[in-house]
Each structure stands twice: as C-alpha cells, then as structure tokens.
C-alpha cells in the first residue's frame, strides 16, 4: 500500500545508515515523512532491507531504498521486498537513467520481472507502477558534472519521477564545498539548473541534507523530498533534546521547592 503523501510531510526525511531493522520501522511509524534506506553506502544489505520494509505499522511513512549501483537485480529485489520506490546512484546520462527506469517498472513501461519475495507487500503491481507517483518509483541521484550536464533531458523520460542531489558527491565533482554548493543562487548555478529540469519536466526535486540546517536551505530553494537527517543524528538530537527537558524539568522542581519553603516559613 502506498503512502499518502500529503499525510507524511516529505520534508521530514530521515536517511538510514545504521542497517537496524527494528530502529527503522521505529522511525518509519514515529513521524518521519519518509526513511531512506541506505544500501550503497549504509550498513544496509540484502536481510536488513527485508526486515525493514516487512511488518511496516499501517500508515507508516514511506520507504526509499537507495540501491548500491545502477543494477537490474538490486532494484528489483529492493522493490520486491516492499520498497515504495528507489533512489538509484551515479545517473550520468540519459542511458542511465533509462535503465534505472526500465528497472523499476513493469512491462510495457519498463523490464522488471515479477516475482515478489515471500511474505513481503509490494507496494507496485503489473499495471500500477505507471504514470506519475505521489511517493516516487524511480529517483536517479544527480551526483557528477555528467548528471548534471543530463539533468534536463534525464527528467524528461517517462519513468523518472524524482531527480534526488547528492551535494556531497556534486560539489566535490565539482570542485566546490558543500556549504558553497548551496549557496550558489545564480540561474546558471547547479541546484537552480537541477530544479530547473524537474519544474521543467513535471517531476519532484529530492537532495540530501543531512542537517536542518542544509534542510531549511534546500526547502527554501524549492526542494519537496528531503533527507534532512540521518538515524544516528537523530539519536544525538534525542540525546539533547532529553538533556534540554531534564534540566528544564530540574529548574521547575528548584522553583517549586523554593515557594514551597517560602509558603512554610510565612
């Protein structure tokens, strides 16, 4: 079943790195707009993407997979398993894309066998996986200077529902830092050109953040789907929120006893 959209705010993306099944299904249920599973460069491999998406809570958010290369069998299999859609790397070319599309979809959009995994939910069957996509199918990661240079013919083809950025990839492609990656306003600049081909092209415009700070910025800049942290951050961020209540919570007791000794003494 997928996700409604308009329920899960996509701003609110977690990217997953740490491969814990029962943590992700935490986050998935917990008011993420999206989690995107890492299987390129997270801990994530073939059993812990199974476990993931298998007995996701009803009405969780999304899930993404991001697969390890731009291979027929990995997106298969992830979607197979019940992955709403996959964020596929190293698009370069409109050959790429092409295939990470045919990949994803069924006949006659696309190659994608049928046969999904034993006690999974896919979430696409024959006939449902074309036409546009509230939660994208097929993501293509823009992370070279070729991407780039692609990106406006890359989301033209059918099939591409989302052109995702990798800053970090991008702007070390590029010769730039991640921070002045962003900042880059100009028409000519990379994002602008990025989300330029998706307004262009109809489709949904998706990067990677890894901090509310970066998040805000690419929100503001016209990004819709964004990883804005990751699962280990957010464990950090929980630590401090914590942290923050606790002491809080000490200095409203402090306050308390201080009346309640007052009010005795009069």
């Keep these: 079943m997928t996700a409604d959209a308009t329920v899960h705010d996509p701003l609110l993306g977690v990217w997953a790195t740490l491969g814990e099944a029962r943590l992700t299904r935490e986050l998935a249920g917990a008011g993420a707009g999206w989690v995107g599973l890492d299987a390129q460069h997270g801990h994530f491999d073939d059993r812990s993407l199974r476990e993931a998406l298998l007995h996701r809570p009803a009405g969780s958010a999304p899930m993404l997979v991001r697969v390890g290369a731009n291979d027929p069998a990995l997106i298969g299999r992830a979607l197979d398993a019940g992955a709403d859609g996959v964020v596929v790397p190293l698009v370069d070319s409109v050959a790429d894309a092409l295939a990470a599309s045919s990949a994803s979809h069924y006949p006659p959009l696309g190659t994608r066998s049928w046969g999904p995994l034993h006690g999974s939910l896919p979430v696409h069957a024959p006939g449902g996986d074309a036409g546009p996509h509230a939660v994208p199918l097929c993501a293509v990661l823009i992370e070279t200077a070729a991407g780039l ?14 052109l995702f950025v990798g800053p970090f990839d991008l702007s070390l492609a590029l010769g730039l830092q991640v921070d002045e990656l962003l900042a880059a306003t100009d028409d000519d600049a990379p994002l602008p050109r990025i989300l330029r081909a998706c307004r262009d092209a109809g489709i949904t415009a998706g990067a990677y953040a890894g901090s509310p700070e970066r998040a805000a910025l690419l929100a503001a800049s016209g990004f819709h789907w964004i990883a804005s942290t990751t699962d280990a951050a957010l464990l950090a961020l929980g630590v401090s929120g914590l942290r923050e209540k606790l002491r809080r919570a000490a200095s409203d007791q402090s306050v308390q006893n201080s009346a309640s000794a007052g009010n005795a003494l009069s």
């Design 149 to 162: 240079d692609a990106a406006g013919e890359i989301a033209a083809l059918d099939g591409v529902d989302m």
